[in-house]
């Protein structure tokens, strides 16, 4: 398959079935709100290295968790009972996704959370778009992931831990939440042995595509989370 180049002076996207065996569908454009939104509405996401051009990536299979499908370990339990973490949503966008762009991951040299990428999410979140997931102990924040919510699905992009499970504490609780809120679908983008373990698996790209068809028809909780805690 092709990898296409973005216009500077449009936000149209190829067909993400023309992705290539990686997943690249195209290259190029830029990182603005608008752009954002357009390519998350198509199932498409950024993901590239700094010194790189903008990639821009359609993966078959997609990595999903569907919100009755999450397993939450045993070992899990005494977080949620005992008050070892409290929650927050929406609170410190910005600081989670420093915390983000700032976390050593294994295999990676470097962040893949460019300054343009802060900038473009940080104003998704103020237009009501990119949400925020705070993890606290003692008052300090030591957990938490930011995401993109279009209709009835939430785009996670990426998630921090300072201290053991606060990550995972974070995203079991949003998973209930957007439950509660009625939501289909959580997009993992990429499988991971930690999606894995708590229930995310792979999902031909045609099925994902579906259900964002469908997604268009809903509406979109914009704005602040925060009182859903």
Not at 143 to 162: D, P, R, V
Not at 178 to 203: F, M, N, V
Request: proline share 6%; with cysteine.
């Amino acid at each position: 398959m092709p990898v296409f180049w973005l216009s500077d002076n449009d936000y149209h996207f190829p067909d993400p079935n023309l992705a290539d065996d990686e997943g690249i569908l195209a290259i190029g454009g830029d990182l603005s709100p608008e752009r954002l939104l357009v390519a998350y509405e198509l199932g498409i996401f950024p993901w590239f290295n700094p010194s790189d051009p903008i990639v821009w990536w359609s993966p078959n299979p997609r990595f999903v968790l569907f919100p009755k499908e999450l397993k939450v370990a045993k070992s899990m339990r005494p977080y949620f009972n005992g008050n070892k973490f409290q929650l927050t949503l929406d609170t410190h966008f910005e600081q989670v996704i420093r915390n983000c762009q700032q976390t050593n991951r294994k295999g990676q040299h470097g962040t893949w959370i460019t300054e343009d990428m802060v900038n473009g999410y940080c104003q998704l979140h103020e237009m009501g778009y990119a949400h925020s997931v705070e993890v606290w102990k003692n008052k300090q924040l030591v957990g938490g992931l930011y995401g993109i919510g279009l209709g009835k699905c939430f785009f996670g992009e990426s998630m921090f831990a300072h201290v053991s499970n606060a990550s995972k504490f974070g995203f079991i609780s949003i998973v209930k939440k957007l439950e509660e809120k009625g939501y289909w679908l959580i997009d993992c983008q990429q499988a991971t042995r930690h999606l894995s373990s708590l229930g995310g698996r792979p999902l031909p790209r045609q099925d994902f595509l579906d259900i964002l068809l469908k997604n268009k028809e809903q509406s979109t909780d914009l704005g602040s989370w925060r009182n859903w805690v």
